[in-house]
């Protein structure tokens, strides 16, 4: 009857709950990608991918032994558990440690230690049935044979004893904390690499956006004091803006990193967490806008000089399109950026 009771509970219930249980964690971690990270079904799931070893045969293999381990007292299951977890986690470190690895894959892939810690858990519970059966039976089966509510109180005392307490602590309570504590710990780690990657990711891409932006700016300024003088000199530059490529070029994760470390500094000029918009109008207008009156001139039939310092004087000067003075301000604002990215990347625990 103990088998049957205590098996029952570890192989029936957990069989039963446990995938339910896991499924609903990886449920919410799968809305929540969706919503953060725009996700889509087929990539969650190729992410996820098949299991060669259906996870029926594994939790039941795992339920069964330990709880045998659990029913006889075996000396340090508790460990023993715990090596069981870190062992079936390497099967998917490759997951966590990837340096381009999403929140939501780390996550995932740290899910797999709660599955184990529901799976343990009634591994232990069946095993402490079966291994204080004696004392389960004085206080359960009163209550099916009276047919009333009945509890032998003075067995439910001797079970519940210092003994069993401590049994209880160090092969299920211990085991799970350790586990939980765990995760905390090296999903933190990995998501403060990760941040720290993501910073230096962006100063790689601030650098060769300032870069171009300086290059842009010697230009107007040699072009804007020809002009002031009222004729300009070929050969006259187009403002270079090969290192945009649209809004992604300051990517997701980096653009996180921008808005976490600039929350509550004083913008020098622009505010950093308006960077991708700041640079659009930079590259796509005011280059665009630069480039277009230089090619008017260029090309055949080109403009008369009067009329190019005319428009050049207005576009760059500093009573209508301002462009010298908003380029300074580019400047300025991508410099702090690469400053906070900097500080943030060299931080114990990085925002």
Avoid at 24 to 43: H, L, S
Avoid at 104 to 132: K, P
Wanted: hydrophobic letters at 45%; one cysteine or more.
């Amino acid at each position: 009857m103990r088998l049957i009771f205590g098996f029952g509970i570890s192989l029936g219930l957990g069989a039963w709950i446990t995938p339910k249980l896991l499924n609903w964690v990886r449920g919410q971690i799968k809305k929540k990608a969706k919503q953060i990270n725009g996700i889509t079904d087929d990539e969650y799931e190729t992410f996820v991918g098949l299991p060669y070893l259906p996870p029926l045969i594994m939790g039941t293999s795992e339920r069964f032994f330990f709880t045998i381990l659990v029913a006889f007292n075996i000396s340090g299951v508790g460990i023993v558990m715990v090596a069981w977890i870190g062992l079936k986690m390497s099967t998917d470190w490759h997951l966590i440690i990837k340096e381009n690895a999403k929140s939501w894959q780390r996550n995932l892939a740290f899910s797999g230690i709660l599955g184990s810690i529901f799976s343990l858990f009634f591994a232990s519970v069946g095993g402490l049935v079966i291994s204080h059966w004696h004392d389960l039976k004085f206080i359960f089966f009163p209550i099916l044979s009276n047919g009333g509510f009945y509890m032998d109180t003075q067995a439910l005392g001797e079970m519940l004893t210092v003994s069993t307490f401590y049994f209880l602590s160090k092969n299920v309570v211990l085991p799970i904390l350790i586990a939980i504590i765990t995760y905390v710990l090296v999903d933190r780690l990995g998501e403060w690499k990760s941040r720290r990657n993501d910073c230096k990711l962006g100063i790689a891409i601030l650098d060769s956006l300032l870069g171009e932006i300086r290059t842009g700016l010697n230009l107007m300024n040699s072009t804007y004091a020809q002009a002031q003088q009222g004729a300009v000199q070929p050969p006259i530059g187009l403002l270079p803006s090969k290192t945009w490529d649209g809004m992604q070029t300051i990517t997701d994760q980096v653009l996180l990193r921008i808005i976490a470390t600039s929350k509550d500094i004083v913008a020098r000029s622009f505010r950093p967490r308006a960077i991708r918009n700041v640079c659009k109008d930079y590259f796509d207008h005011m280059c665009s806008n630069y480039n277009a009156i230089i090619n008017k001139l260029l090309s055949p039939p080109g403009m008369t000089q009067q009329i190019f310092c005319t428009q050049l004087l207005g576009l760059l000067g500093p009573n209508q399109g301002k462009y010298l003075a908003i380029t300074q301000e580019v400047i300025e604002m991508l410099e702090q950026t690469m400053d906070l990215l900097e500080q943030n990347s060299k931080r114990w625990f990085p925002k």
